[in-house]
């Protein structure tokens, strides 16, 4: 099966009373997102990126566990389960296993390079994921073991040097810990803006980057009639 990521670019101008300028850009290579990040930067910006993990970062190493195998147990995928191919406790029980045993692979060999880059450029990079905060351990791990150090420029409160920790449950759990945003499968979009809030910042230019065509559309949803930005 093919993998597709879904590079989604918010411009966010919040200077002007004008509605978010979003553009929206289907692609199957990371060097399209970072020509968007290239040319914001070129243009003087400094893009707050997000970027999902399962099958954008990081794919499973086994059919078995992976965010596709996932979709497909859930009858997401034109192909259905059958009775006998779908696991008893899917959520209490399984995934959270399968996260600890199998490890993960990275989407495409330059990508843990290509974030350092931006990090090192000083340019605010997060992790967005629909993951509970149950499984925190296990992403934290496969995502250090492939290179990514979401700590390096996380998203931090305003004025602030620290980490920020923030633990809630609006409507199902979440987490926000070293740079790694996990959501129960809450609006990305909302999630987005939670997170701006609680930290008290704001920026120009978004870059989201997700493989989710369902993750991409809440988010342009949740700013393109923003007549605050």
Do not use: H
């Not at 497909?72 to 296993?97: A, E």
């Not at 602030?160 to 979009?189: E, F, Q, V, W």
Request: glycine content about 6%; aromatic content about 8%; charged content about 25%.
């Amino acid at each position: 099966m093919t993998l597709k990521k879904v590079a989604l670019f918010c411009a966010l101008a919040f200077a002007t009373n004008a509605m978010a300028d979003v553009e929206v850009k289907d692609t199957n290579n990371f060097n399209d997102v970072a020509a968007k990040v290239n040319q914001l930067k070129e243009a003087g910006k400094n893009p707050l990126i997000v970027v999902d993990i399962d099958n954008t970062l990081l794919t499973s190493t086994s059919d078995i566990g992976g965010d596709i195998w996932y979709q497909w147990q859930r009858g997401k995928l034109d192909v259905k389960p059958k009775d006998g191919d779908k696991v008893d406790c899917l959520f209490q029980d399984s995934i959270g296993m399968l996260y600890e045993l199998v490890p993960m692979k990275t989407i495409e060999n330059g990508v843990p390079a290509m974030l350092r880059g931006w990090q090192d450029d000083g340019l605010t990079v997060m992790a967005l994921t629909s993951r509970s905060p149950n499984y925190r351990y296990a992403t934290e791990r496969e995502m250090m073991r492939n290179q990514f150090d979401m700590t390096r420029t996380a998203l931090k409160e305003k004025g602030s040097d620290a980490l920020p920790i923030y633990i809630d449950n609006p409507k199902r759990p979440l987490s926000y810990i070293n740079g790694i945003m996990m959501t129960t499968g809450m609006n990305k979009g909302t999630m987005l803006e939670y997170i701006l809030d609680k930290t008290d910042q704001s920026f120009s230019d978004v870059v989201f980057v997700d493989d989710s065509e369902k993750n991409v559309v809440n988010m342009k949803n949740a700013y393109k009639d923003d007549k605050a930005v």
